[in-house]
């Protein structure tokens, strides 16, 4: 069964810093994976996706993320974090008929 | 701007009573999904639809919960009696599923429906 876990359930950047979330996941077949945001009183919304495309996956709001067969990973970075970056952020993985959720990773940013 | 649209936003009501939430995917999807989300258990699945067919409600406790899709633009989900700890967000997700792939290439959600139970 296709699986993610997150590592650190809160990270904590000074703005203008890097931001590196972590992903890791396991999966029988070739993987779509996806990172989602969810700010404060709203629904989760799209950041990227894998598709087995590039390796390297740009997405909205200068984030990117590279998934690594090798490493089973597909980690969040951003060169510069932003204070409007401070939010919930899921990996997720597709599996039989349902996209597989990881338990969230909480960025916040420090001015 | 085609969205997931979720009613209510927002219930208040107390223990025992009946709590219907609503959701309105994006026309054209064919899988919706109902997620609850809490603090200490995170972003749980409780029940997924394809094609207004119900897949998996195996996240749901099923004495007191239920799903179903009266017709393509309209997905509900009831809590019969409600109970405290049925308080959480409760999120609808729609996406479309093709030939090429058993599982939607991305899923749009709703705003939620912040359900409290006294």
């Known amino acids: 069964a296709q699986s993610v876990t997150q590592l650190g359930s809160h990270v904590s950047v000074s703005e203008g810093a890097l931001v590196l979330l972590r992903c890791n996941y396991s999966s029988s077949v070739p993987p779509y994976l996806f990172w989602y945001v969810q700010y404060p009183n709203q629904g989760l919304q799209l950041l990227l996706k894998?598709?087995?495309?590039?390796?390297l996956v740009k997405g909205i709001n200068g984030f990117e993320a590279e998934f690594k067969k090798s490493e089973t990973s597909f980690h969040l970075t951003k060169p510069s974090a932003h204070m409007s970056d401070a939010a919930e952020y899921f990996c997720a993985v597709s599996g039989r008929s349902k996209l597989v959720f990881g338990a969230g990773t909480i960025l916040r940013v420090k001015s | 701007d085609a969205r997931v649209t979720q009613t209510p936003r927002h219930k208040v009501t107390e223990m025992g009573q009946e709590v219907t939430m609503r959701c309105q995917p994006i026309l054209g999807h064919n899988t919706v999904f109902w997620y609850r989300q809490t603090m200490m258990q995170g972003l749980e699945l409780l029940a997924y639809?394809?094609?207004?067919?119900?897949?998996?409600d195996s996240g749901m406790p099923k004495d007191r919960f239920s799903a179903e899709m009266p017709d393509a633009t309209l997905a509900t989900l009831k809590i019969q009696p409600s109970e405290p700890r049925d308080s959480a967000v409760y999120f609808c997700?729609?996406?479309?599923?093709?030939?090429?792939?058993?599982?939607?290439?991305?899923?749009?959600f709703g705003e939620g429906s912040r359900l409290t139970v006294l």
């Open positions: 997700a729609s996406g479309l599923v093709t030939l090429l792939s058993s599982a939607p290439g991305e899923l749009f």
């Open positions: 894998y598709t087995s495309a590039a390796t």
């Open positions: 639809f394809r094609n207004r067919a119900p897949l998996d």
